[in-house]
């Protein structure tokens, strides 16, 4: 194995800042399409030259408000349209973003708008504004509130204005200075803070990430030389903007010059892709998870329709292998791939609206098992991996270069290393932090003297150059008996062996053996309930001995996979599926192993005690 490993693409340093790179989109292409999004049910187009005059007026109407260079400006709302027009306004006008998840609960928007320095902040509606209302007194410096949607009751008119009312100061602002806005964007150095992106953390206050605007030129300039976007692609963008995922992707669109539609409500994306029809697609590995799952549980309806569903996928893997080896299929194999597609494969291409080129999935490990079932129907998923201190972009498979398993290679620019001592995957590039805001000690801890990026992630690298994460380093479970044990592993291997199966903690730290706390998927085990004639509610499925009995067989087919040390002895069922608003996920869908273990401690520990107490 080696310890090192580049970039197979050169890069050309054009961008200074993402501001800078939409004036040039828009002069470029200013009668292109650059945005779709919802109006109600009905979709609307904007133009790169419509876009550019509505972030112009927003960042004319953040310098009237005396908003001056680097001052944070928050945003504290969903993925949609407004929040990309804000942030690119925010750039524009020299300021610097303050990304605030719309779940964030009134004391941590207070915590970070106060760390932050957040002088004005776009908020989405009313319901996110009594966040802040409530905790004004302690906000001395956020001067302003813009409402995205309605209207300042009266007695917020002494802060609160409408986001029609702060283009309107800008259109002032730009009649008196036609040039306020074009001088802000040139005089931008690629060293003044872009973004404060406040990890969700799975433990502790959330840190500010400090990320410069030559950060994000830099993913701009390297997704051009990987050339993941052509200007005839369309973007599906849900993924939350205030994650670093998100804002990376946008970043990829204005230098592509391609479309993007965005809608973050996530209930909407299946009926969003049947309208869109994208092209490409960033997901986490959740929504893989998802679809995958009920592709299994519908295939099995016994008879012909299932037999046909089995031989075309194992037709579909026999092309996979082909493909991976950089070849075609040819002769007779190819004439069943031709009918495998017809009967089954189109079906699954059909839930993504039938355009999809490859997805993007990145934020959390991809299950190779799920990656190589996609792709045996014909649909490649290239993972990626990257942290909000590199600016997300850091390592992604290629289209024409790709290995299931790991997460590519570097992205151009970017310079990888393992440590020797530990196997800590450290990373050196323009994306790379600047660090964590007023916090020098955490900074000095994640960054070494000449500029690398400690990740805390333990991985390896391919004779092929291609990156593989094995394990969060802090994530190691070691049991009493000395053993070590990849958790992410082991529950990949459980979520990929029950289509049941939601979320998975697997346990074990100092125990002596492993167990996991199992969440199931609703849809799927009450659709199993009723098939048994046991019916009931969700909580009274999961509590049931029934259900528990059948996923046990699961558990022990996922046991031969893995390392006897590894195997699961005991598990439990929860008696519901891990949520955001309740903290036991990030916003990016990840599990806050540490929030999940506290709050079922005393079941964990009766597990291995012998006896499951009732729920």
């Known amino acids: 194995m080696a310890d090192t490993a580049t970039a197979p693409e050169r890069m050309t340093h054009k961008t200074k800042s993402i501001a800078q790179l939409l004036q040039t989109r828009v ?33 004319a109407g953040l310098l009237a408000l005396g908003i001056e260079r680097e001052q944070r400006v928050g945003i504290l709302s969903n993925t949609r349209l407004e929040w990309l027009l804000c942030d690119l306004g925010i750039l524009s006008a020299g300021a610097a973003t303050t990304t605030v998840y719309p779940s964030t609960p009134a004391e941590d928007c207070e915590y970070i708008l106060v760390d932050s320095e957040t002088r004005a902040i776009f908020v989405e509606d009313s319901g996110q504004l009594k966040k802040l209302s409530s905790r004004r007194a302690a906000l001395p410096l956020l001067k302003w509130a813009i409402l995205i949607d309605g ?7 002494d802060w609160v204005i409408t986001l029609a009312d702060l283009e309107g100061r800008g259109a002032k602002h730009l009649a008196d200075n036609p040039r306020a806005v074009d001088e802000a964007v040139a005089g931008i150095d690629p060293k003044h803070l872009a973004t404060l992106i406040y990890t969700s953390g799975t433990t502790g206050k959330p840190k500010g990430v400090r990320l410069l605007h030559e950060c994000w030129a830099y993913t701009a300039d390297a997704m051009v030389a990987v050339g993941l976007w052509k200007d005839d692609d369309v973007q599906y963008l849900w993924l939350p903007m205030a994650h670093s995922f998100g804002k990376v ?3 990829g669109h204005i230098a592509s010059g391609s479309v993007t539609a965005v809608d973050g409500r996530i209930p909407k994306i299946v009926d969003n892709l049947a309208v869109v029809r994208p092209t490409i697609m960033a997901a986490v590995p959740r929504i893989f998870e998802k679809v995958y799952n009920k592709i299994l549980e519908g295939a099995k309806q016994g008879g012909l329709k299932q037999s046909i569903f089995e031989w075309a996928l194992k037709t579909g893997k026999a092309g996979s292998k082909v493909r991976q080896e950089g070849k075609e299929p040819g002769g007779f194999l190819a004439m069943k791939l031709k009918i495998a597609d017809k009967l089954v494969f189109s079906k699954v291409k059909n839930r993504f609206g039938g355009r999809v080129k490859y997805f993007i999935s990145g934020s959390a490990p991809l299950s190779r098992e799920i990656a190589e079932f996609f792709h045996a129907c014909g649909i490649l998923i290239l993972e990626g991996y990257g942290l909000t201190e590199s600016s997300a972009a850091s390592f992604v498979n290629r289209p024409n270069a790709y290995q299931f398993g790991s997460v590519g290679f570097p992205m151009p620019g970017t310079e990888l290393k393992i440590a020797k001592e530990d196997g800590e995957i450290l990373i050196k590039s323009p994306g790379v932090m600047a660090g964590y805001h007023n916090q020098p000690e955490q900074t000095a801890e994640a960054l070494t003297a000449d500029g690398w990026l400690k990740t805390g992630d333990i991985g390896e690298i391919s004779e092929k150059g291609f990156l593989r994460i094995t394990d969060r380093k802090k994530d190691l479970i070691k049991t009493s008996g000395g053993k070590y044990v990849a958790p992410q592993f082991v529950e990949n291997t459980l979520k990929t062996s029950c289509p049941y199966i939601s979320q998975v903690i697997v346990h074990g730290d100092n125990r002596n053996f492993v167990t996991a706390l199992i969440t199931l998927d609703e849809e799927s085990i009450t659709k199993w309930a009723k098939e048994k004639g046991a019916g009931g509610s969700y909580a009274e ?23 006897k040390w590894e195997r699961v002895k005991n598990f439990a069922i929860l008696p519901k599926d891990l949520t955001i608003d309740e903290g036991e ?24 005690e012998g006896s499951v107490a009732d729920l």
């Open 541 to 563: 499925i999961v509590k049931s001995e029934d259900t528990k009995a059948m996923i046990a067989p699961f558990i022990e087919q996922a046991n031969e996979k893995i390392n």
């Open 27 to 59: 002069q470029q292409s200013p009668d292109r399409e650059a945005y779709r999004y919802p109006v109600g049910e009905e979709w609307r187009s904007m133009t790169w030259r419509q876009a550019g005059e509505r972030v112009r007026a927003l960042a």
């Open 585 to 608: 996920l990030t916003p990016s869908l990840k599990v806050k192993r540490k929030v999940v273990e506290k709050k079922y401690a005393t079941l964990l520990d009766k597990m291995y």
């Open 151 to 157: 209207a300042p009751e009266a007695k917020d008119k």
């Open 249 to 251: 992707l946008m970043a």
